[in-house]
């Protein structure tokens, strides 16, 4: 089974910083969309930040100016740098792949999650 591998989570106090990176356990076809969501417990599962193959980037309001996302073709590797993090990032972050480009939301290669918690 084609599997994401995450890595990069931890515990912070805020105000810290944390990158999470993201690549497929196999080879495959060429990853257009490369995403990263969170879920915290007791809510529903939010984009956090895509990316394109072009390098386009979306961002989830709440993120805009900490979080940066990036990626490296040539090694299939997606990363999120999270800069000033506050309690409220606390939460499961997810990384996706998509093989087409990430308006049309379709993710069908997803990471086990790895867990973030910041404490005030």
């Known amino acids: 089974q084609v599997r994401l591998v995450e890595s990069g989570g931890g515990s912070v106090q805020a105000g810290g910083s944390l990158r999470l990176s993201c690549t497929k356990s196999?080879?495959?076809?060429?990853?257009?969309?490369m995403g990263w969501f969170r879920q915290a417990p007791g809510e529903k599962r939010e984009a956090v930040a895509t990316i394109d193959r072009d390098g386009s980037t979306t961002y989830a309001d709440s993120v805009k100016g900490r979080f940066t996302i990036s990626r490296d073709n040539d090694k299939v590797i997606s990363f999120l740098e999270m800069d000033n993090l506050q309690p409220d990032d606390t939460a499961t972050y997810y990384c996706a792949f998509s093989y087409t480009y990430c308006h049309a939301h379709d993710w069908p290669e997803w990471g086990q999650g790895t867990q973030v918690t910041v404490s005030s």
């Open positions: 196999q080879p495959t076809w060429k990853i257009f969309c």
